[in-house]
């Protein structure tokens, strides 16, 4: 039965509300983190258990938020996917409401200890902490800094504090595991004055790079606690971490997560001349020029057609435009693989995740082509099949291909904290 907001914002009276018991009382085996990943026009959810949070219970998508066929998707632990259903949700506060309205009904909810949510900037904040009045504060002053995200997450935040206040909220922040990066990398070229209001370098994706580091380390490679390590997180969103010794000492993003490589949408890093000739040779406002650099740039921009990689080299050979975008896609990712490089010393090992670093055999022959004076060599048939050691037998640095999970990485935060 399609899964419909209600008329009233979607809440439920008071008998009808699920009862949870109030953290502090002693994990039993059946308690359960939920996790919310709150992106632009989506949620991703996930139940875990908490006692071993890589047992997954039920985990889904809500898509298409703010555009017709709004749609929740679900599997269940063992990964079958069950029908979709349809959501009314003209945004992410009514999608969060019709969520979980959709929640209090599945087996499982009622054990639910502690929801862990993605918070993309998090500023100076190095750890996951429990969401306060003050912290919620908080966030609400640092929406200029990334208002893309931050007003989304938030929503989804209070939409769960209304509706079980008891139940505890964590805040677990994109931007923590570049809190290490050296000042020198934080600092940004322009007056002294603006630093000190927080204008300077916080690099993102870090949940994702959270749990790359862990999986590296479990995997027994030595680099992840002693080594010189590059992450390369190509999705949708795309970035890159230079890691000494487990600790971040630089990434590709910026103040904001438009900085560094070219993205699907996202221009990454742009001569700043651009912003004043466009105002006044085309009368670009400000918020026209934040609106392309964000979301009409990147891979989009430059071939004209499409944001998403699979169609751009499907139509590569036809397209000199699609073609160009990929070119320039794998060229500035190898440019930073080398400036990491340099900033490591050296290169250790080096990983591939997310969308386009998972699946994309040809992009990551393409960003290694070349790269053997850094010990970086890629054998054909590993590639060709997504193995998930890619360099050939006798290449001195290990190229891996590794999975990325957010929402496995925000439920072992939510359980370390508990």
């Not at 929740?72 to 999608?95: E, I, M, V, W, Y």
Request: glycine share 8%.
């Amino acid at each position: 039965m399609p899964v419909e907001a209600k008329a009233k914002k979607g809440c439920l009276n008071n008998s009808q509300k699920t009862s949870i018991m109030p953290p502090g009382k002693g994990m039993k085996t059946q308690e359960a983190i939920l996790t919310i990943n709150g992106g632009s026009s989506s949620i991703k959810f996930a139940l875990y258990q908490a006692k071993e949070p890589r047992k997954r219970m039920l985990y889904g998508n809500v898509e298409r938020i703010g555009l017709s066929g709004t749609k929740l998707t679900f599997h269940d632990a063992k990964g079958n996917q069950k029908h979709p259903l349809s959501l009314a949700a003209s945004d992410h506060k009514s999608a969060a409401q019709g969520l979980i309205d959709w929640l209090e009904k599945q087996p499982g909810f009622d054990s639910v200890r502690a929801v862990g949510h993605r918070v993309v900037h998090g500023m100076k904040h190095t750890e996951p902490e429990p969401v306060t009045r003050g912290l919620l504060s908080e966030l609400h002053r640092l929406q200029p800094y990334d208002p893309d995200h931050l007003p989304r997450e938030i929503e989804l935040i209070e939409a769960f504090l209304r509706r079980h206040p008891k139940l505890l909220q964590v805040a677990c922040f994109d931007t923590s595991f570049h809190r290490s990066m050296p000042r020198v990398a934080k600092l940004l070229p322009i007056p002294r004055r603006f630093d000190a209001k927080g204008v300077q370098r916080y690099g993102f994706h870090g949940l994702s790079y959270s749990y790359l580091m862990e999986e590296l380390a479990r995997l027994g490679d030595p680099a992840a606690s002693k080594g010189r390590v590059i992450l390369a997180h190509l999705g949708n969103g795309a970035s890159m971490a230079a890691v000494r010794d487990g600790k971040s000492i630089d990434t590709s993003m910026g103040f904001t997560p438009t900085a560094g490589l070219v993205m699907s949408t996202r221009c990454g890093d742009l001569d700043p001349g651009i912003a004043p000739y466009l105002a006044k040779v085309e009368k670009v406002t400000p918020t026209q020029f934040y609106q392309m650099v964000n979301h009409k740039s990147g891979l989009l921009g430059v071939s004209d057609t499409s944001p998403d990689m699979r169609d751009l080299l499907e139509r590569e050979a036809r397209d000199v435009r699609s073609a160009e975008a990929v070119a320039l896609f794998c060229y500035q990712a190898k440019k930073w693989l080398g400036a990491f490089a340099a900033a490591l010393g050296g290169v250790d090992t080096l990983v591939f995740s997310a969308g386009i670093g998972e699946n994309c055999p040809s992009i990551r022959a393409r960003i290694c082509e070349g790269l053997g004076f850094l010990g970086i060599e890629i054998n054909a048939a590993r590639n060709a099949r997504n193995a998930a050691v890619i360099s050939g037998k006798s290449a001195r640095v290990p190229v891996r291909v590794i999975p990325t999970d957010e929402e496995l990485m925000i439920a072992r935060s939510v359980a370390r904290l508990l």
